[in-house]
């Protein structure tokens, strides 16, 4: 641990008694980030992303281990923490009966920043979150995405040094999607800020965070940067298409791989430099893809399970 | 002013915007006591078969003090509403003191009625109602204060049934109808059963009424009144220490 390290989290576990069963939500965390990086938090419904967020965030004690966030122990000193930090939890921020602008204001104040000061920065804020036009509507009559938007602009009032967002990007269009991770980035850039962010866009933690948290029930099971859990994970798939069952089976034989039908598939690093070999080597080829892992097949390779389909079917789990 | 104060001011001003902008909302939300007013109030006085002044006399004060207990015995709705969508939790982690969230909340609730009291005070005066100016005044801030300790009341039970919102409305339910008619807010308990009129003894609200009858008729140095004060004074303090204990103890 350096004195750069924002967050440091040792054995943080919480488990919930829910009428007499007990829910192991977060287990054992370790964790250590240092100031300035951007972590993006993985896992499916019901892993524990949000429930160790509001560990951190001090709204939940947790029931055994210990954390310290932004040179504060979030125990003994949960006051001097939330000082320090922003969030913006999974629910809407904003009260259904208050007017839009009206909420920044409250947020400013809360944040002890004078009149003048919080009203300079909300309608900054409302400017550049493109909602300036909503700023006396109530909440109660704001689209989903333009919700999502306001809780944004509360979190970010006060210019913290380290922000939490759980799900910010859940609810909003392709274009304030873009819009948000644009503020994020800047913010990071202009003030140096320290970002913990939780997402179900795999691509947004690909292209934005330079380090990927993965949970899985409630525990940690990977902690890498994006690049390298790919290629140590997952691995290029080329899949080779050929006249006949006989020819990929012959190729399987020759070049490795799992024939399927008239299709040989392979599993390997850099993908790039050996198609081109095979190409040479296996005569009979007559078509080739070669695809790069996503964070997806990383999920796959660490769980067996595909991140996409288990939150479909603990969606369904819920309907039913 | 210190950290705590500032914060209560704070949550207190977030509390009230949407009433100072919405300044109407104050008057539909009169129409309870109104409906009561204009309906239960001839009947009133066709069976008391005394005149209607005398009869408004004692029944506006009763009006005035259900106002403060419909209005306040159902704000905690609010405040489960926002715990649900996530706007409680979002002041949660804002660095403001507990229980200035939850005194913020009840002091706001003093000011819709205030307002709304003085409405119905005053309207009723054509009617025949006769008000003293120094009574009213006094009994506004007894209201007042009566709504501030049922207000946190009504927070502390929404902070208490967080988890299942069906007990917030089924205890608010069960209560309130009790506790009005009770309190001998309408109809006076005079002529009641004997158990009826031991329960509201127990029952603070009957308290409050008979002082804000005494104070609108300009009783103002009657025993009535300081009990009136002392039961309201009784309740805030539970009201407040029981809502602070609730807001600590669900964050
Ligand atoms: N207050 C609570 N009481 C009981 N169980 C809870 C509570 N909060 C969370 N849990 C349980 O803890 C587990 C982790 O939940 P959590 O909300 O942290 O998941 P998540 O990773 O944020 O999921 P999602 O992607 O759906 O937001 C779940 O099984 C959930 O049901
Ligand atoms: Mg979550």
Same mark, same amino acid.
């Given at each position: 641990?350096?004195?750069?390290?924002?967050?440091?989290?040792?054995?943080?576990?919480?488990?919930?008694?829910?009428?007499?069963?007990?829910?192991?939500?977060?287990?054992?965390?370790?964790?250590?980030?240092?100031?300035?990086?951007?972590?993006?938090?993985?896992?499916?419904?019901?892993?524990?992303?949000?429930?160790?967020?509001?560990? %951190?965030?001090?709204?939940?004690?947790?029931?055994?281990?210990?954390?310290?966030?932004?040179?504060?122990?979030?125990?003994?000193?949960?006051?001097?923490?939330?000082?320090?930090?922003?969030?913006?939890?999974?629910?809407?921020?904003?009260?259904?009966?208050?007017?839009?602008?009206?909420?920044?204001?409250?947020?400013?104040?809360?944040?002890?920043?004078?009149?003048?000061?919080?009203?300079?920065?909300? =309608?900054?804020?409302?400017?550049?979150?493109?909602?300036?036009?909503?700023?006396?509507?109530?909440?109660?009559? %704001?689209?989903?995405?333009?919700?999502?938007?306001?809780?944004?602009?509360?979190?970010?009032?006060?210019?913290?040094?380290?922000?939490?967002?759980? &799900?910010?990007?859940?609810?909003?269009?392709?274009?304030?999607?873009?819009?948000?991770?644009?503020?994020?980035?800047?913010?990071?850039?202009?003030?140096?800020?320290?970002?913990?962010?939780?997402?179900?866009?795999?691509?947004?933690?690909?292209?934005?965070?330079?380090?990927?948290?993965?949970?899985?029930?409630?525990?940690?099971?990977?902690?890498?940067?994006?690049?390298?859990?790919?290629?140590?994970?997952?691995?290029?798939?080329?899949?080779?298409?050929?006249?006949? &069952?006989? =020819?990929?089976?012959?190729?399987?034989?020759?070049?490795?791989?799992?024939?399927?039908?008239?299709?040989?598939?392979?599993?390997?690093?850099?993908?790039?430099?050996? %198609?081109?070999?095979?190409?040479?080597?296996?005569?009979?080829?007559?078509?080739?893809?070669?695809?790069?892992?996503?964070?997806?097949?990383?999920?796959?390779? %660490?769980?067996?399970?595909?991140?996409?389909?288990?939150?479909?079917?603990?969606?369904?789990?819920?309907?039913? | 002013?210190?950290?705590?104060?500032?914060?209560?001011?704070?949550?207190?001003?977030?509390?009230?915007?949407?009433?100072?902008?919405?300044?109407?909302?104050?008057?539909?939300?009169?129409?309870?006591?109104?409906?009561?007013?204009?309906? !239960?109030?001839?009947?009133?006085? #066709?069976?008391?078969?005394?005149?209607?002044? @005398?009869?408004?006399?004692?029944?506006?004060?009763?009006?005035?003090?259900?106002?403060?207990?419909?209005?306040?015995?159902?704000?905690?709705?609010?405040?489960?509403?926002?715990?649900?969508?996530?706007?409680?939790?979002?002041?949660?982690?804002?660095?403001?003191?507990?229980?200035?969230?939850?005194?913020?909340?009840?002091?706001?609730?003093?000011?819709?009625?205030?307002?709304? #009291?003085?409405?119905?005070?005053?309207?009723?005066?054509?009617?025949?109602?006769?008000?003293?100016?120094?009574?009213?005044?006094?009994?506004?801030?007894?209201?007042?204060? !009566?709504?501030?300790?049922?207000?946190?009341?009504?927070?502390?039970?929404?902070?208490?049934?967080?988890?299942?919102?069906?007990?917030?409305?089924?205890?608010?339910?069960?209560?309130?109808?009790?506790?009005?008619?009770?309190?001998?807010?309408?109809?006076?308990?005079?002529?009641?059963?004997?158990?009826?009129?031991?329960?509201?003894? !127990?029952?603070?609200?009957?308290?409050?009424?008979?002082?804000?009858?005494?104070?609108?008729?300009?009783?103002? @140095?009657?025993?009535?009144?300081?009990?009136?004060?002392?039961?309201?004074?009784?309740?805030?303090?539970?009201?407040?220490?029981?809502?602070?204990?609730?807001?600590?103890?669900?964050?």
């Amino acid at each position: 641990m350096t004195t750069d390290t924002i967050i440091t989290a040792r054995g943080l576990t919480k488990t919930f008694t829910v009428r007499k069963a007990v829910v192991e939500a977060v287990t054992d965390l370790d964790l250590d980030v240092q100031r300035g990086e951007l972590v993006a938090f993985l896992g499916p419904n019901g892993a524990g992303k949000s429930t160790s967020l509001r560990m %951190l965030t001090t709204l939940l004690p947790p029931t055994s281990g210990t954390a310290t966030v932004v040179g504060h122990d979030i125990a003994r000193d949960p006051a001097g923490v939330r000082r320090r930090i922003g969030y913006i939890g999974q629910g809407t921020s904003a009260g259904h009966n208050q007017r839009v602008r009206d909420e920044l204001l409250s947020q400013g104040a809360f944040y002890g920043m004078g009149r003048r000061a919080a009203a300079t920065r909300a =309608d900054e804020l409302l400017e550049s979150l493109d909602l300036a036009p909503l700023a006396t509507r109530k909440v109660l009559g %704001l689209s989903g995405g333009q919700k999502r938007r306001l809780d944004i602009a509360l979190g970010l009032i006060h210019s913290p040094e380290l922000l939490f967002l759980d &799900e910010p990007s859940t609810g909003l269009d392709p274009q304030s999607r873009a819009n948000l991770w644009q503020h994020i980035l800047d913010l990071r850039r202009e003030h140096g800020t320290t970002i913990f962010v939780t997402t179900h866009f795999l691509e947004e933690a690909d292209l934005f965070a330079e380090r990927v948290l993965v949970m899985d029930h409630g525990r940690m099971i990977a902690d890498d940067t994006a690049g390298n859990l790919k290629t140590t994970l997952a691995g290029d798939v080329i899949t080779l298409g050929f006249a006949s &069952e006989a =020819d990929a089976r012959a190729a399987a034989a020759r070049a490795g791989g799992t024939a399927a039908g008239s299709s040989l598939s392979l599993t390997v690093d850099h993908g790039e430099l050996v %198609l081109p070999r095979l190409l040479r080597e296996l005569d009979s080829v007559t078509s080739a893809t070669l695809r790069q892992p996503t964070l997806d097949d990383v999920f796959l390779a %660490l769980t067996g399970r595909s991140l996409r389909e288990d939150a479909a079917t603990s969606k369904e789990e819920i309907n039913a | 002013m210190s950290t705590i104060t500032t914060d209560t001011w704070n949550v207190l001003t977030r509390e009230l915007r949407p009433v100072l902008r919405d300044p109407f909302s104050l008057i539909f939300s009169l129409v309870q006591p109104l409906v009561f007013l204009g309906l !239960f109030g001839p009947l009133l006085v #066709a069976t008391s078969g005394q005149p209607a002044a @005398a009869t408004l006399q004692s029944f506006v004060p009763g009006i005035l003090v259900m106002i403060a207990l419909f209005g306040t015995g159902t704000t905690g709705s609010n405040l489960l509403y926002e715990m649900q969508t996530g706007s409680h939790e979002r002041t949660l982690v804002a660095p403001i003191s507990r229980s200035s969230l939850l005194v913020g909340r009840a002091l706001k609730e003093m000011v819709p009625i205030m307002v709304q #009291a003085c409405i119905i005070a005053l309207v009723t005066i054509p009617f025949g109602f006769s008000v003293n100016p120094i009574g009213l005044a006094l009994g506004l801030v007894l209201l007042a204060l !009566f709504g501030l300790g049922f207000g946190a009341l009504s927070y502390s039970l929404a902070l208490a049934s967080r988890n299942n919102d069906w007990m917030f409305w089924g205890i608010q339910q069960a209560t309130l109808f009790p506790l009005m008619i009770l309190s001998g807010m309408l109809l006076p308990l005079e002529h009641a059963p004997q158990w009826m009129q031991v329960a509201a003894a !127990f029952n603070p609200i009957s308290y409050v009424v008979a002082a804000e009858r005494a104070l609108l008729s300009g009783d103002l @140095a009657s025993m009535t009144v300081v009990w009136g004060f002392v039961a309201a004074a009784v309740l805030a303090v539970i009201g407040l220490s029981v809502g602070i204990r609730a807001m600590k103890k669900a964050a």
